[in-house]
């Protein structure tokens, strides 16, 4: 039987917005954050901007991890990023993966994506951004 | 009386139908925060009005799904619906992966819906240890219907009926012969039956095996669990699947049972709470009273047997708690 652990497990919500079907990247990232101890919930494919921050509200998650592969990125991050404000959930920490160039992702990180992987980013590395952003953000 | 001016703030937010103060409200119980215990209080007297129906049955025989399909029923007859899906906690990481609501397909402006999901953290039985609070949480902020996914269950995966008033076995064509359904455990506790993918062939095979189950009495108090063939893909049989368990809830009323289980729950959760803190005082002070850990000596060494030591520790408390 596991202990109950001293400080409750990071959450995190991993959804795919936008029409790409590419998952692969989204499961490999969530089974690697649930092997590292944290609470996924996998919102999968197809989410528009409204149904992620819905369910960052919902499930009170730590830290938000975005995978997109369609291209859309420039118009669906700042969409998810806005309605997170309006829903008084800005605190929240966005990080996103996927094919981003890299003149977007300067600019996409001026408007607040925490942080941005790309091909060949190593496991590792996100799992230590991931918890520190989101204990950053606690 | 909890007057509504001494209820902690964010019980009074919940009430109101702040969505991010229940969120946190949850987190809180989950967490075992100090902070929720206040907000759980204030909030219990105005429980027990939601309907609790419970989903259960082995991974990947479409509950999620159908959890789906009931939302959108409850969401036509106008009313709310609160879910809550319990997915496992892994034993080596303690981590997990919560993908029930993957299924769900719903309008995100919807106000009438509320999805979490949950890990079970280490509990076995089906659902977290926390589960209850969480379902009241929902129930004291206004949801009409409570759906509560239990993990794919085993055999004695049972605890959803401390939580549930109606408990769903789901079950699917070639589980296993007609023995499988004799076995005790899981099929004990159904209200309804469901076979779900009755696209798929054997379906009424299973049925079949459900329905020499019910008519051996698989219920001993009055009600026969319908049975009901569903396939959420196909989407048919779900108008019948809701209204069984609305007929359970109504014969739950009408029976005069929904009062005597709630009273057989709360005595099981009053002793479970004692039970546990007991365990978690007398484990402490094992490790530090002298008297105790000499006893605990005496035990190792064979010169007392166990049962004769926890007699001991027992009579001890009730001295001590007299005394008090």
Not at chain 2, 4 to 11: G, I, M, T
Not at chain 2, 134 to 145: E, K, S, T
Not at chain 2, 168 to 193: M, N, R, S, W, Y
């Amino acid at each position: 039987m596991p202990r109950a652990t001293a400080t409750p497990p990071i959450r995190v919500l991993i959804a795919k917005p936008g029409l790409d079907g590419h998952d692969r990247g989204a499961k490999v990232v969530a089974r690697a954050l649930r092997d590292a101890g944290m609470e996924v919930i996998y919102a999968g494919l197809r989410q528009t901007p409204e149904e992620i921050v819905r369910a960052a509200v919902e499930e009170d998650v730590d830290l938000i991890g975005l995978s997109i592969l369609s291209g859309a990125h420039m118009a669906l991050f700042p969409r998810v990023l806005q309605l997170l404000q309006k829903e008084h959930a800005g605190r929240i920490p966005v990080f996103a993966g996927g094919i981003i160039p890299d003149e977007d992702a300067r600019r996409l990180k001026k408007l607040g994506v925490r942080a941005i992987f790309g091909p060949g980013t190593t496991l590792e590395e996100i799992v230590t951004t991931a918890r520190h952003l989101a204990r950053g953000a606690a | 009386m909890t007057g509504a001016k001494s209820e902690p703030p964010l019980a009074r937010a919940i009430v109101a139908g702040d969505r991010r103060a229940l969120a946190r409200a949850i987190s809180a119980v989950e967490n075992g925060d100090p902070t929720a215990l206040p907000i759980v209080r204030a909030l219990y007297p105005r429980t027990g009005r939601a309907r609790v129906v419970g989903l259960t049955g082995p991974l990947g025989v479409g509950k999620s799904s159908l959890v789906n399909a009931l939302v959108q029923l409850v969401r036509a007859e106008g009313r709310t619906v609160g879910v809550v899906a319990v997915d496992p906690s892994s034993p080596f990481s303690g981590g997990s992966v919560l993908g029930d609501r993957i299924r769900l397909e719903r309008d995100a402006a919807d106000a009438g819906i509320y999805f979490r999901s949950m890990a079970s953290r280490g509990e076995s039985g089906g659902i977290a240890a926390t589960t209850r609070e969480v379902v009241r949480l929902l129930d004291a902020a206004g949801f009409d219907v409570v759906l509560v996914e239990t993990v794919g269950s085993g055999q004695v995966d049972v605890a959803i009926r401390e939580v549930a008033s109606t408990s769903v076995v789901v079950v699917v064509p070639h589980l296993g012969d007609e023995v499988q359904t004799l076995k005790a455990g899981l099929f004990e506790i159904a209200d309804v039956f469901c076979v779900n993918k009755a696209d798929l062939p054997g379906a009424d095979l299973a049925r079949k095996d459900l329905v020499e189950l019910v008519s051996l009495g698989a219920h001993r108090d009055g009600w026969a669990p319908p049975i009901v063939l569903t396939s959420a893909l196909a989407s048919t049989g779900l108008p019948e699947l809701w209204a069984a368990i609305e007929k359970h809830e109504a014969f739950l009323d009408a029976s005069g049972r929904r009062a005597e289980l709630e009273r057989r729950r709360l005595v099981h959760e009053v002793v479970g709470l004692v039970r546990d803190r007991v365990a978690a005082d007398l484990g402490e002070r094992l490790e530090r009273d002298p008297a105790l850990r000499r006893l605990l000596d005496r035990v190792q060494a064979r010169a007392i047997d166990p049962r004769g030591a926890a007699e001991r520790l027992y009579a001890g408390r009730r001295r001590v708690a007299r005394r008090r």
